[in-house]
Structures are given as C-alpha cells and as structure tokens.
C-alpha cells in the first residue's frame, strides 16, 4: 500500500484510539468501584443503547473482515457463517434474554448458582467462560494482524506481532479503567461507525452493478475460477462424509453457540429489567439482521471485483477481502478516493477490533473474579476485592490472548470464532438450559455437564486438522490428528447434554425442587430480581 493509504489510516486509528480513551477516563472519573458498577455500569443503560452495544459486542472482526473473505473464497459455503450468525439470536430472543436477566446478577454462573451448590457450579462454569473467551479474542487479535499487515504491504511480520500486543494492552486499559460503563460506550460508538462503513460499501457495491444482483453473482461466479459451482453448495462443505458433516457440525455451532457467550449474556445485566432486557435484543436483532445480510453483498462484491484469486494473494484465509474492496470502489490504488475508502474500512474494522476484545475481557474477567477467586478463596488469607481481581485477571487474559493470537495468525478469523462457539455450546448452553427448564437437575449433573461439552470440545480442537496435519494448520510440520473434522460441535455438543442428564440421574443428592419453583417464579415474572 502506498505511503497515503498508511498515514491516513494511521491518522484514523489515532483518532478512534483517543475518542475511546477519552471515554474510557471520562466514566472512570465518576465510577465508585462498587462490583455492581464495574461488571454492569450500574444497569442504568436503556434498551436502545443496550441494542447498539449487543450489536456491537456482536459483530466483531468475524463478521466485518471474516465472513465476507470466505463468501469471496467459497461463495455459497461461506454464507453459512452469516445464516447461523443471524439465526442464533432467534435462539438468544426466544429462550435465554429475559431469563438470564431475572436469574443472575452478573455472570452465567449466577443463573445456575441460584439453585445449586454455589461453589463446584461456579468453578465449573467460570472456568468454561474463560476458555471461550480466550478462544474468542484469538480470532480479533488475528483479525488486527491481518489488517495491520495489509496496511503495511504485508512485509512486516513484527507489525502484525506489534499490533496484537498493542490491541492487547489497550483492551487491558479500557477494561481496568473503565469497566462496564466505558465498554458500553465504546461499544456504541463502534455499532455506529460499522453500519455506516458496511452501508456505505453495500450501496456502492450494488451501484457498480447497476442494482442488478444476478449481474454481481454472474459476475463473482465467472471471475471465482468455479462457475456456477461458486453459487452452489458444497465448494468447502461438499465432497467427502467428513466436509459434510464439518458443515453440520459448524451449523450447529453457530446456531447454539451465541446463547452460551459470557460477554453476550453479561450484556443483559446492563439494563434495569427483564423487558428492558428483550427490548434491547429486539433492538440489536433489527442491527444485526442487517448488517448480516450486507457481509453477504460484500462478500460477492469482492469476488466480482477483486477476484478470489487477488484476496487469497494478500491474505490466504480471505481476511483482507473488505479493505481490498474498499480501495477498489474508491478508485483504485493511487487514487484519492480509494485511498480515502480504504483508510475509513480499515479504522472501522480496527475500532471493532478494539470494541469486541474490550467486552470480551471484561467478561471473562468477571467470571475470574465474581465465580472463581469468590469460590476458591480461603476465609484466613488477605481478601482483595473483587473489582481489583478483575482488573489483575484482565491483564493476565489479555497476555494469553496476545500469545494465542500470535500462534494463529494464518488462520481464518470467521473460522476461529466458529471454535468458540463450539465450546461454548458444548459446556455453557446444556448447563443454562438444563437449569431454567429442568426441575430435577442437580449440582452434579450442571458440574458434568459443563465439563463433559468443554473438555471434549478442547480435546477435539487440538486434535483435528486446525492443529496440526496439514498445511494451513497452527503446526504444520508435526502431525498428531486423530480427528477429522474442523469444528468439534457435533460430538462434543450432544456429550455436553448427555453427561448433563448422567450427571443428574446418578446423582445421589435429591434435586431441591422449592428451589427450582423459586427460580421458574423469579426467571419468568422477574420477581427478586436484581
């Protein structure tokens, strides 16, 4: 890229850096470090502003730079990314928002706490958040890389290395400073300036082809190498049984995997009640819904513009499709207006970077702090607050996420995000499920339950093809596959609800069911709710 495209960007970067900076001190000076203040901005957020932030905790790097790449790679195969994306909040709308809202105060273990044995559930449960949120900031760290890469002409692997640890440290200072309340705000922000970039591409997308849709996919279809196969099944997912069923496994894992992400679900503390809280997701479905239909548009449009061939160039798994479309809508290379174009995509992906790792952090440090150092805690040592353990484990996270990142930055970030939702609903989505809905459930049935979907799930993933045994895998020289697919959801989801219901049924503790009515009144009215 020329020497305009990098100061301009550079430029833009600084700006979103020091407007969300200025945030984060802003609402730091008048926060009283109370728990309920740091992990839930005081739930004083209303449901529109609390659908701006979902929506943008949601539509991280994965969808802006992610999904688009691989619709450009494989056509109709990577749109399963957008479809499952979007049809899981459907999920989230009707089973999981309010309930979870009237049922916990900040975490997912406080929803299944409040009728079991706190402290087994809270280990369990806090240490299945962390996991996937680790996995989760992985794939926006590889996301900064990319971008950064692109940016610098793809020369410099110690500016992709620079940017993960720069995104690293400041995701570390928003968290610290600011808690709840400034990754709210930054979240808002960043909802804003992401609809408006991906509008403004779609409509020059769609005015390049005149407004005829079959004109871009003709054209995406003749330039993709594939013909009429590009706009067909089966491109990634087809052929074999063992691409077939990676398709079903990763359908799955996006449908189920959203209801189980800890820094979605610590969004619906942020507003004051349970209607609040289905407000806000009606409000974020009408965003996301839109913006997941847009990537699909985008995606086609890079394929017809650029060529597959071109986005493979500058990034093996697609991830550089959307600023490579940018500059070429604009103009072109050397000209203003891609320079121009290419500059804002690249600040805006970047600000989603920064307001996704943000979130993701804060929730994973809650469940450090709010479920593991509260359960593990021993009465005669020196007690910190749980404010301060969340602020220490944010730093601790955030040093994994950078070394994680590091590790995998050739691999595709839509890709890596569909591990975590795997995880996520393998050990988080049979455990809340099972303890809204299940009257007999018991405390050894929600521990197993959570560590008979995580366990597999991480063992899956390090044994499959992304690991090692092939080219693109994290290690490629060594070769320790025993299982075939890419995604672990097929197996390890439907182990996560069987060791569930084993867990339960052998179990010799009786399920307290006055406990369960109280939590069925308090979950479906929100009466005691916090």
Not at 216 to 239: C, I, K, M, Q, V
Not at 452 to 478: H, K, N, Q, T
Request: charged letters at 10%.
């Amino acid at each position: 890229m020329t020497g305009d495209h990098q100061t301009l960007a550079l430029l833009l970067f600084s700006v979103f850096i020091a407007v969300t900076l200025g945030i984060t001190t802003w609402v730091s000076r008048d926060r009283h470090g109370s728990a309920e203040e740091f992990y839930a901005g005081g739930r004083l957020f209303s449901p529109l502003e609390n659908g701006f932030a979902i929506a943008g905790d949601y539509m991280s790097a994965a969808s802006f730079l992610g999904i688009s790449g691989l619709i450009a790679l494989y056509g109709y195969d990577g749109m399963l990314y957008s479809v499952g994306f979007l049809v899981a909040w459907l999920v989230v709308l009707l089973l999981v928002a309010e309930l979870v809202r009237n049922c916990g105060r900040f975490t997912l273990a406080d929803v299944v706490a409040a009728r079991m044995a706190e402290r087994p559930v809270r280990i369990a449960a806090g240490t299945s958040s962390v996991a996937v949120s680790v996995l989760y900031l992985v794939a926006q760290m590889v996301g900064a890389g990319s971008l950064v890469a692109l940016l610098l002409g793809g020369t410099s692997e110690a500016a992709r290395s620079w940017t993960v640890i720069g995104v690293g440290a400041l995701m570390v200072i928003y968290v610290s400073l600011g808690g709840m309340r400034a990754t709210t705000w930054i979240q808002i922000v960043k909802a804003v300036l992401l609809m408006a970039g991906t509008i403004a591409l779609t409509v020059l997308v769609l005015l390049r082809f005149h407004g005829d849709v079959n004109n871009l996919l003709s054209t995406a279809a003749e330039r993709s190498g594939h013909g009429l196969d590009f706009l067909a099944p089966g491109l990634r997912y087809g052929g074999d049984w063992t691409a077939r069923l990676d398709f079903i496994s990763l359908g799955l894992a996006l449908v189920l995997g959203t209801a189980g992400l800890p820094h979605i679900l610590s969004r619906f503390y942020t507003v004051p009640t349970a209607r609040a809280a289905r407000r806000s997701v009606v409000w974020s479905i009408g965003l996301i819904g839109s913006f997941y239909l847009m990537t699909i548009v985008l995606g086609f449009g890079a394929a017809a513009l650029i060529g597959p061939d071109a986005v493979r160039a500058s990034n093996a798994s697609g991830n550089t499709a959307v600023p490579l479309l940018a500059l070429d809508l604009g103009g072109g290379a050397g000209s203003t207006g891609g320079t121009v174009l290419f500059a804002i995509v690249a600040a805006v992906a970047f600000a989603t970077i920064l307001a996704v790792v943000a979130g993701i952090t804060l929730a994973s440090s809650a469940s450090v702090a709010h479920d593991l150092y509260a359960s593990l805690r021993r009465r005669h040592t020196k007690q910190y607050s749980e404010v301060t353990v969340a602020r220490v484990a944010a730093a601790v996270i955030g040093a994994a996420a950078i070394g994680l990142g590091l590790l995998a930055r050739d691999l595709n970030v839509a890709f890596l995000v569909g591990l975590a939702f795997a995880v996520a609903a393998s050990a988080n989505l049979p455990v809340l499920l099972y303890s809204l809905f299940w009257r007999k459930f018991t405390t050894r049935g929600a521990v197993w339950s959570v560590y008979g979907g995580l366990i597999p799930a991480v063992l899956l993933v390090l044994l499959s093809p992304v690991v090692s045994g092939s080219p693109e895998a994290l290690f490629p020289g060594v070769d320790f596959q025993l299982f075939p697919l890419q995604n672990p959801g097929v197996v390890s989801i439907p182990l996560g609800f069987l060791a569930g219901w084993i867990g339960t049924v052998t179990s010799t503790e009786p399920a307290d069911e006055a406990r369960h009515a109280e939590t069925e009144v308090r979950s479906l009215t929100g009466a005691g709710a916090v």
